[in-house]
């Protein structure tokens, strides 16, 4: 999967309309496009951030995942909502312009469609692996642990001739009493399953940068990663607040005769704008996926204004990974 994120004063406003209950009736009203972008490259979203100005003069990344309807596609669920804590099978499809389910996709990192949730607060994420119905319509079971809003993405290449990819976001109601977290502090390390993970890199509006994300298990360097969807890592980044969705490219490839399998994964990355990120970062090791998430925040000021965006941490300071990656 090709993977290419309105800040404090938004996400308090988040908090505040989840504070409360969250009910079974609850919705959003999602974002549609009036019409189709006329153009764009492979994997660029026509979202809200895509194509603009940042504060420095500069242009923005693409991000996607804003809308609902792109490029003559919708992501339909036909779950918008689910009872926290509770097993529940998420059901959706993608159609056309015509209303007709879409059934052919191209594979891209192994998996016809890459189907993400995120909770509003970013404390909660999933990467899932649903599976398609003849007919068009997928689904997948999971486990929401935490109460109220979610979004939901659907990061995909439809099959026909000269499509590019598509990344379509819908929000996802997750009903009980909701209590938003706070958007944890930006530190350079997370720990998962005793696993250390290291963030070294900076996110930079409107300028492309390499991240490399080192993982340690007991202090030792892991230097037996395994493939997961096609690299030895999967970034997701999602812009706190709006949950744009940034497509996040790995450098390299298991069996290109350059990359080793850690301890190591490199990622680049573009920032469309200034303001706080969530980083989740899927690696596989001894047959088992885990996620370590980290916060970065993206100064303004222009591609040029790197000092600041890498996370900083006290000597021994880490993020404990919440458990909810899968």
């Known amino acids: 999967m090709n993977t290419g994120l309105k800040i404090t004063a938004f996400a308090a406003a988040i ?10 009736g609850t919705s959003i009203d999602p974002v549609v496009a009036k019409k189709p972008p ?3 490259d492979e994997h660029a979203e026509a979202g809200e951030g895509a194509g603009g100005k940042t504060a420095g003069g500069h242009e923005s990344a693409p991000a996607g995942g804003l809308q609902i309807s792109e490029g003559g596609y919708t992501l339909a669920l036909d779950t918008p909502r689910v009872a926290a804590g509770t097993s529940s099978v998420l059901s959706f499809s993608v159609k056309d312009e015509s209303g007709r389910k ?112 080192t993982v340690t298990k007991d202090g030792k360097p892991v230097t037996n990663l395994q493939p997961y ?49 969530r980083l989740f970062l899927d690696f596989q090791h001894e ?11 993206v100064p303004a000021g222009g591609a040029d204004a790197d000092t600041g965006a890498k996370p900083s941490a006290e000597p021994g300071e880490t993020e404990e990974a919440d458990g909810h990656g899968h």
């Open 15 to 24: 908090a505040a309309t989840f504070g409360t209950a969250y009910g079974v």
């Open 38 to 40: 006329t153009a764009h």
């Open 102 to 213: 879409v059934t052919a996709y191209q594979r891209e990192h192994g998996k016809e469609l890459h189907f993400i949730v995120a909770s509003r607060d970013l404390t909660v994420y999933r990467h899932l692996h649903p599976t398609r119905a003849a007919d068009g319509t997928w689904s997948v079971r999971t486990e929401l642990p935490e109460a109220g809003g979610y979004r939901a993405f659907a990061d995909f290449k439809p099959a026909k001739k000269g499509a590019t990819g598509v990344t379509l976001g819908a929000d996802l109601a997750v009903s009980g009493k909701a209590e938003p977290a706070a958007l944890p502090p930006a530190r350079a390390t997370a720990e998962v399953d005793g696993y250390r993970v290291t963030l070294d890199g900076a996110l930079a509006p409107g300028k492309a940068n390499e991240l490399k994300l």
């Open 287 to 297: 047959g088992e996926v885990r996620t370590a998430a980290f916060t970065v925040d």
């Open 229 to 277: 969807l096609g690299a030895y890592g999967h970034l997701v980044a999602l812009r706190a607040g709006d949950l744009a969705y940034l497509h996040v490219h790995p450098n390299g490839e298991p069996d290109d005769g350059v990359t080793e399998p850690g301890p190591e994964v490199s990622f680049t990355a573009t920032a469309p704008s200034s303001g706080a990120y």
